[in-house]
């Protein structure tokens, strides 16, 4: 048996001489980014979402989206609800959403902001691959990414249903429409075409506004897939892309016409009668600018959400920062003026809309609500690519001037940092505003929690109006009681008459009493007031009456059960009243100034000791 332990050993041979050590060069921060520039991006979005997340977790259901649940309620789903103009909107595709959520959802929050968070989510992914597709894995793409996250101007959109529904697939539609478009332009394939009218359409379906596309289209076309003079250009566009111009020429032709048949309820001709320099200076000077730095810091609270409100040390800065921005691309890029034209295009159209539809009901000031504007994050993102940044596969090539000096990636960085922070602050304080001031949430919570408490259902209601800080009542029907609450109708009817029980909601959403406050009163009668004898008794009153709305307390005394018919304007009512001291409450309409009572028995007793005419309100005695 060997004893290796003992063995004697060989002598070690010399080592092999190693050559000089081989290093790996370090990689830079650029490369390091672009290397993983996809995963970085996925993480920004994932970002975005958590914050937004927070975001929607405290807002609730505002104004449009309580209409939105009323109409999908009481309307049957039809052309004609679809196709309903609101507000000078055409949104079928947003109505079909409110209807299928409002069925299986109705007043539950968390699945119409899960609805919101994916569109935000498609539009940010949507966003990386548009870059990514327009410029490659550079490291400016993250910081592009990072400030399209962090604008305020989606936040709005992106919290409020009803805004959202309009606005996100509108963002979603740019980012994917633009790609397609562009794939289109760079190889002439009809599938990107087609895939690009796709995608238009189906964010004209939920929104009218998506139609700009067609001209940031055509900027894209005109300014980096042609050359020469403007006619080259347009011979050169007509000659390679005909398809192209046709197709989008009788999308934009089509739906213009729908759009005016069915969408339009404004006059154009208004935007002569509102002063367009106060638009434009709070659209673009105190609203659009500061926004692109992260502003505007600070907020105008309204009674929910707030307009932009910038100091003037905020608005300064970003006006010196958007100039010095311009002024540095064209002192170092060859061809970056024309890249400003996707940002000027839009900011032109939004102060004509403006001026014709919203600034003649509210004012310019309507204008540094950024929900007028939130293709700008998208579109100055894209912009800011292209001034600095050649575009893959243009034929015209946006290049580094050779006495330029190179940006440095940490100052770049740098500036990236300290605008999403600015956008972060911006952001918290409006979501705080949103949060705190919406009352919707508690009032449904208390509507609900009296009703259920109720002893007698169902609950005989006055079919009023929701509190003007809910719903405003040019929204009528909508607005009403029988509309909004048509979840409750098992607890509730509403009836045009109703013997000593009436009920209305006081402005919290508690059930109160009605009271009738004395709009119109009886005049004096005698004894018990007016007795009931002959064949007919009038009863007039001290003023009067025009309109609708109205309800009649009639207070009475009979020694017996009785009926009789109280006419009261065009409002008949056939009652059936109990023995004793009551009140009846019935509805009255029309022109009239008395009340007439009859086919009542022929026999004493029978007396209408009070009449009052108004509109219901709730008794101090509201729970």
Not at 156 to 183: D, K, R, T, Y
Not at 331 to 339: I, P
Not at 367 to 373: L, P
Not at 388 to 400: I, K, M, R, S, T
Request: glycine share 8%; net charge neutral; aromatic share 12%.
């Amino acid at each position: 048996m060997s004893q290796p332990e003992v063995e004697p050993r060989a002598p070690d041979s010399d080592a092999p001489a190693l050559g000089p050590a081989v290093t790996r060069p370090v990689a830079t921060l650029p490369e390091r980014l672009s290397r993983h520039l996809v995963l970085y991006g996925v993480a920004l979005v994932a970002l975005q979402l958590a914050f937004r997340g927070w975001a929607l977790s405290g807002s609730w259901f505002y104004f449009d989206d309580l209409a939105f649940m009323s109409r999908a309620m009481n309307q049957t789903l039809d052309a004609s609800y679809l196709l309903e103009s609101y507000g000078g909107h055409l949104m079928p595709g947003g109505f079909l959403a409110a209807y299928v959520l409002t069925k299986v959802a109705v007043y539950q929050w968390a699945p119409w902001a899960v609805v919101l968070l994916v569109l935000q989510a498609l539009a940010g992914l949507g966003m990386l691959r548009l870059l990514v597709s327009l410029f490659g894995r550079r490291p400016l793409v993250l910081a592009l990414l990072a400030g399209y996250l962090a604008y305020v101007f989606t936040l709005s959109a992106g919290i409020w249903f009803a805004a959202g529904i309009n606005q996100l697939p509108m963002q979603v539609a740019l980012v994917f429409g633009l790609h397609a478009h562009v794939e289109y332009l760079r190889h002439r394939r009809i599938g990107s075409l087609v895939l690009a009218l796709v995608w238009t359409v189906a964010g004209l379906v939920f929104y009218e506004k998506t139609l700009l596309l067609l001209g940031v289209y055509l900027i894209f076309g005109f300014a980096w897939f042609a050359t020469g003079s403007t006619p080259d250009r347009i011979k050169h566009l007509w000659s390679h892309y005909r398809a192209g111009v046709l197709a989008y020429g009788a999308l934009g032709l089509g739906y213009l016409a729908l759009y005016v048949h069915y969408g339009l309820d404004f006059s154009p001709g208004n935007a002569n009668t509102q002063p367009w320099s106060p638009i434009a200076y709070n659209l673009v000077g105190t609203t659009m600018l500061p926004g692109l730095v992260g502003g505007p810091l600070r907020w105008q609270p309204l009674s929910v959400g707030a307009f932009g409100w910038p100091t003037q040390p905020v608005v300064l800065v970003s006006w010196a920062a958007f100039a010095a921005l311009l002024v540095h691309a064209q002192r170092s890029r060859t061809r970056s003026r024309r890249a400003w034209s996707l940002i000027a295009f839009p900011a032109v159209c939004n102060v004509i809309l403006l001026a014709t539809a919203r600034a003649n009901v509210v004012g310019p000031d309507i204008a540094r609500e950024y929900r007028y504007q939130t293709e700008t994050a998208a579109l100055f993102v894209i912009a800011v690519g292209l001034a600095f940044l050649p575009l893959v596969g243009a034929p015209e090539q946006n290049d580094v001037r050779a006495d330029a000096t190179p940006e440095n990636p940490r100052l770049v960085a740098a500036i990236t940092v300290v605008v999403v922070a600015a956008a972060l602050v911006s952001s918290v304080r409006y979501v705080d505003l949103w949060q705190e001031h919406n009352p919707s949430e508690q009032y449904f919570a208390n509507v609900r929690s009296t009703l259920a408490k109720a002893p007698d259902k169902p609950v005989p209601l006055a079919d009023l109006g929701v509190p003007q800080t809910l719903l405003w009542s040019y929204r009528f029907p909508e607005n009403t009681y029988s509309h909004i609450f048509r979840n409750f109708d098992d607890e509730t009817t509403y009836p045009r008459s109703s013997v000593d029980r009436l009920y209305v909601f006081d402005d919290q959403g508690h059930l109160s009493p009605a009271g009738i406050p004395p709009t119109r009163q009886q005049q004096p009668g005698s004894g018990c007031g007016y007795p009931l004898a002959g064949d007919e008794t009038t009863i007039p009153l001290d003023g009067p009456v025009i309109g609708g709305g109205w309800w009649l307390r009639i207070s009475y005394v009979s020694k017996q059960d009785v009926s009789l018919h109280v006419q009261a304007g065009e409002e008949g009512h056939d009652l059936d009243l109990p023995e004793g001291l009551h009140n009846v409450f019935v509805q009255a309409a029309g022109e009239f100034k008395d009340v007439q009572l009859s086919d009542y028995p022929a026999r004493p007793g029978l007396c209408v000791t009070a009449l009052t005419l108004g509109s219901p309100a709730p008794t101090p005695t509201a729970s």
